[in-house]
């Protein structure tokens, strides 16, 4: 099946960029100036009021209503209209228009300096105010009942309308979490408290992080250097046990659901509640992670009513979403999986038979949307092109499938509450954004926005997407080329990959800038070949092309790299002498990879928060990849740049975050005390109060150093 | 006076290296082989055999003997005879003839894995073997009774020649550390254990670390990353409070001298027993180092007996040697003070009344060696140049002083137990070691090694040392010059400045190689002219010289520096777009101070463990130069380079030990920190396991790197 699917991408596009000008690009294009004046034009915070057939969108200090009829838009309220029914509350008066959510079709919301705020917009009048302590953290609302659950500390609180708190839980043991997100946020877990569907109920993780180990960070901003220790968890190690609450808020009592013990230390995913509130679905995940079981508890008596079905694989199975319940048949539910080597949707009854599979074909099911009255599903897929995101809708009953989207690009869809209307955004690499408001039925009813291409006075190097073969010959990989801005046929130019090459994780899309970063087009402007190789392992291409990483990180990642290599040498105008490699976390674990494996092909590489041994990643990350290291010692062994360094040939800048949760620094200082060992010269960078990922104005200085790497070097 | 002592500095002198050869110097040549196959020839562990007119040196595995009166050395002992005595008393076999030191005319001992040895070389046979815990630290042998006084953890024992162990403290709260060094090893201290005259008693310092603040240092190669914290007091924040406990060995009773309180945090520095075990004296300094106050204790009833004299300075008073008590009048003892501008010795009664003194003049007393029966002082000063050391011995009674040492260089004098020798070892920069053996009346008894010059095949470039006025033309300060190798003058060169800059220090001597490191020599082979001034702030030129850096660290080193600058401009020959500036410690501070001080003027700079705010320094040296942030606000903000980091002009390389106890990681952090925020760019490395200074092969790679950052970027 995959074979099939392939022979679709074997045609090789070239998109060329604007016309030649003379304006290149500077860092603070790159890193400010593309998320300001150079980014493409947009409807801020774009939603539909409701279920009306009204959206609103906010620019500056104003909240514009556009209506499915009628043409113009309409400013809704501004900042002082809204001061106005605040302080006419004694509510303090706000510097700026905060971001509004619809809650329902008269009320829309928003939190400021620790307060929650109900605006009625037709009664011109503040509905409810909620304060909430200072220090409160992860904030779930049942806008119904205007009731927020959130975190202090590490207990859990619940405040009202009324301004009543309930203390939910009480520990005093600062290594019990309550109603934060576990297992760090792996398996789609992104949050720790669940309101029910009527909000009678609000289920919560509970985590114990007594016997995970604790990973040293130092704060040199205080007077003395202080410790901050972290919970880290590392890969064979102890780790967190986590166990499910379920408190009531009639009764306001707490049962626990399932209780992870010692031993087993299970994973509760995708916490899903049945709508009448009478049952909840945990996808339980063992350890070792090839095993799941989709379990149903009565919240009455917390039993197990019922395992509904099981899902194992030799490598792992990966439970990323929760259910979804049908509106016309509330029996039955939404499961997606990998099953049969794509994520796609199947139906289920509550019982735990199949009812059918909804969807099918070498594709992937990107997000679903929505589900109307008459179970029409909607959804987002790579159907059309790995490296485009398409709406659909489906129908559960009759398997009808409409395409909603048409452009090639990359569409994001927001269905309305009434489901008559849909709106779609999208992108391609000739397109920056354009707004469309659709029928359900897929026509147009107008376009509301056309961006112009703000990058058209710049001198725009040419980028060209295609395809390569993988090294083991079994699929096609998509690149990304972006040739030197005024190329000259006749010269030879240096070339730099940028790679991430891990899972969950695609580079390159026909979207604005082919997924591209605006400092490859900068790179390009400065006389680069800047190349991007999306590998085996990388993300929506379907379970087998991803799940070769497994037991041995990076191996065939770093093959199919060199076959971008082989293609910079067949162009013909790339120095082969002059190849660089940069990237960040897998992506510098990928670059120090790369040249301790094949030293002598990269002249200079620019590593970022690499992980150098993955015994020092976390438990749930990286033994869903790599087992732990008591079970593949061989995997870890080859896989460790501790005994590659020695191997190192060429210019190596490591840089990482000294304050890394992620991928903590003892990665990186561990292969640069291997290199000391062995006589090889490495350079380094240290961010002091950077944690994984180089943000803000840090970042300009972060990307002006690589560069500075790579002219001087390259 | 010292302007008198300055006009003998005017003149200039140069010192041509050897006649230029092809060979150039390896990094490994620089840092390995000048140690090995490359230093200058040597009697290895030389040394005086008792009282007796015998000396002994080592060389591989042989002890060999010499004679004031027999010219050929002869074999005292090789590792088969020693292995034969050791096993004999059924004691272990060694691998390698250790370093042996003699106790007493026929008794040499040593120490072996835990092992104290005592052989008889007369009865070739073991005489003692006292064995001490694994873990035993802070050795202090008494060897008229074979008792070994040591530390295990934080606390004190005693071991005999019988193999009884005594536990002199016995404190569980390991904040409190006994029979260590205290104080960071300032005030002349270096060890925490002081045997009595005869032996009765044993004196010891006891240091209270619970109000001083932790340092966290991590240890990467733990399974996962494990923090160490040290005590690490800072700049006027707590620090450790000291006291003087006495062990009787008769009673087995501990008594404590001087107890020092919460409030006052006095040092009690430079622990002297009085010959006939009844008193102890200490040089008692108070926390703002301005005023010390000596003190005589009654062993007894551990009661003051008397304050003998004090000495106070507007800046700082350093007590830096213990008391030497004369022979012929045992009442009378040594003290020596820069009270008079330059350190001289001073003769005063054990009533503390001043009986003379001993020497004065415009240069320093640098070492006292030995006081003979008749009590003439033996000592080193740099009487003839600051920038030599000769022996000279003075008599107390007459003042007759004579000069021991002839050639102008540097000389190291061993003075014979009968005094009726000595040994002489000097080099100076054409001489690279001889080793004389004198007669007591200064002649010559027999050369007993002259060695050749090792590097006499390798294209040595010329070497000038010579004088510069101080920025503020007070005085003279040395410079060093070495000219690139194949030095062309129609050429131009850039030029590094190799600097330390701080008090303690003098990098410039009349000695093989001027003092400089061998690795200045390679970058002058490289093409580069390199600089080194001793600025005003350096040691061995006097009170007024190095303590101008009172309250303003850098201020006035740097004005000198900027002179060295302006050397180099005048010598017409150095390209001064191209000026580099090195230095570790004080020099990584004075490196980076330059660099934002005067940007502009020095176009690659390389910083190796800077101070870079003095209030992130140490209580002891850190307040004495500093005093503390809280009366010294103003000098502290001029001084830090964190408000200068924003200041930075050209490439600053700026490289820590991430385990450095001396100055400690958050200084260079915060630097980058400061960098960033800034958006300046600076480069970075980090030795992971090292502490304040680069060693051994580690050493090499670092060396490395400063030289191929000059070479990239200079």
Redesign the interface.
């Known amino acids: 099946m995959r074979i099939r699917f392939l022979t679709l991408l074997l045609s090789f596009c070239v998109f060329s960029g604007a016309f030649a000008q003379s304006e290149n690009f500077t860092i603070r294009d790159v890193e400010i100036g593309i998320r300001r004046e150079l980014a493409a034009s947009n409807l801020i915070n774009l939603q539909w009021r409701g279920k009306t057939p009204n959206f609103t969108y906010q620019e500056n200090s104003n909240v514009y209503q556009l209506s499915v009829n009628k043409k113009d838009s309409a400013k809704l309220i501004d900042i002082s209209e809204l001061n106005r029914i605040l302080n006419a509350d004694n509510a303090p008066s706000l510097q700026s228009m905060p971001y509004i959510t619809w809650g329902s079709d008269n009320e829309f919301y928003f939190y400021n300096a620790g307060n929650f705020y109900v605006i009625d917009i037709a009664g011109k009048k503040l509905v409810a105010t909620i304060k909430l302590p200072e220090n409160a953290s992860n904030m779930a609302l049942f806008f119904a009942k205007k009731q927020i659950a959130y975190t202090v500390e590490n207990n859990l609180f619940v405040t009202g309308f009324d301004n009543k708190t309930i203390q939910i839980t009480s520990d005093a043991n600062k290594d019990i979490v309550n109603g934060e997100s576990v297992s760090r946020n792996e398996f789609g877990i992104n949050e720790g408290i669940f309101w029910s569907p009527q909000g009678n109920y609000i289920a919560f993780y509970r985590k114990d992080n007594s016997k995970v180990?604790?990973?040293?960070l130092?704060d040199?901003?205080a007077?003395?250097?202080?410790?901050e220790?972290i919970k880290?968890p590392?890969a064979g190690?102890a780790s967190e046990h986590i166990s499910l609450g379920v408190f009531d808020l009639n009764t306001q009592k707490t049962v626990f659901i399932e209780k992870n013990d010692t031993i087993s230390e299970k994973y509760l995913t995708n916490i899903s509640w049945g709508p009448d509130e009478r049952n909840i679905y945990i996808q339980v995940l063992n350890r070792a992670q090839n095993h799941m079981i989709m379990n149903k508890y009565a919240i009455q008596d917390r039993s197990l009513v019922k395992t509904l079905f099981e899902e194992k694989n030799e490598k792992y199975v990966e439970p990323q979403s929760k259910l979804i319940f049908l509106k016309k048949n509330p029996g039955w539910f939404l499961y997606q999986s990998r099953r049969d080597g794509f994520n796609h949707a199947y139906v289920y009854d509550t019982e735990g038979k199949l009812i059918k599979q909804l969807t099918s074909g070498p594709w992937e099911i990107l997000n679903v949307l929505a589900v109307d009255n008459n179970d029409n599903v909607y959804y987002t897929s790579t159907e059309e092109s790995p490296i485009e995101e398409n709406g659909y809708k489906i129908n559960v009953a009759t398997l009808k499938k409409t395409r909603l989207t048409g452009d090639a690009g990359v569409h994001n869809v927001i269905i309305s509450g009434d489901f008559k209307h849909y709106l779609d955004a999208f992108s391609n690499t000739q397109v920056p954004r354009t707004i469309k408001l659709m029928f359900e039925n897929g026509k147009l009813n107008r376009e509301l926005l056309n961006s112009p291409n703000k990058l058209a006075t710049f001198n725009m190097p040419e980028i060209t997407i295609g395809n390569i073969k993988s090294a083991d010959g079994s699929t096609d990989l998509y690149y990304r080329l972006i040739k030197p801005a005024d190329f000259d046929p006749s010269k030879k130019y240096p070339a730099i990959i940028y790679v991430y090459g891990g899972p969950h994780t695609q580079l390159i899309q026909n979207r604005w800038l082919g997924g591209a970063r605006l400092w490859d087009y900068m790179m390009a402007q400065k006389g680069y070949v800047m190349l991007t190789v999306d590998n085996r392992g990388s993300s929506n291409r379907g379970l087998a092309f991803e799940n070769v990483i497994h037991r041995q990180c990076g191996v065939s990642e770093m093959q199919d790299q060199m076959e971008g290599v082989k293609l910079l040498k067949s162009l013909g105008y790339v120095d082969m002498q002059r190849v660089g490699v940069h990237g960040w976390s897998y992506g510098g674990f990928m670059t120090t990879s790369l040249m301790t494996t094949y030293p002598g092909v990269f002249k200079v590489g620019v590593a970022g928060g690499p992980v150098i041994d993955w015994?020092?990643y976390e438990v749930m990350y990286g033994e869903r990849y790599m087992d732990t290291p008591q079970e593949n010692p061989e995997g870890y062994a080859s896989t460790s740049l501790v005994s590659k360094a020695k191997n190192l040939k060429g210019k190596l800048l490591i840089i990482h975050g000294?304050i890394d949760p992620t991928v903590?620094?003892?990665n990186s200082?561990?292969f640069?005390?291997e290199?000391?060992?062995n006589?090889v010269?490495v350079?380094?960078?240290?961010?002091?109060?950077t944690e994984h990922n180089v943000q803000g104005?840090?970042r300009?200085?972060l990307m002006?150093?690589i560069t500075?790497y790579f002219d001087?070097y390259l």
Chains 1, 2 share one sequence.
């Open positions: 180990g604790n990973y040293p130092v040199i901003r007077r003395e250097a202080a410790l220790n880290y590392m190690m015994k020092y000294a903590v620094w003892q200082l561990s640069i005390n290199c000391i060992k006589q010269p350079d380094y960078f240290v961010y002091p109060r104005l840090d300009m200085h002006t150093k500075s001087d």
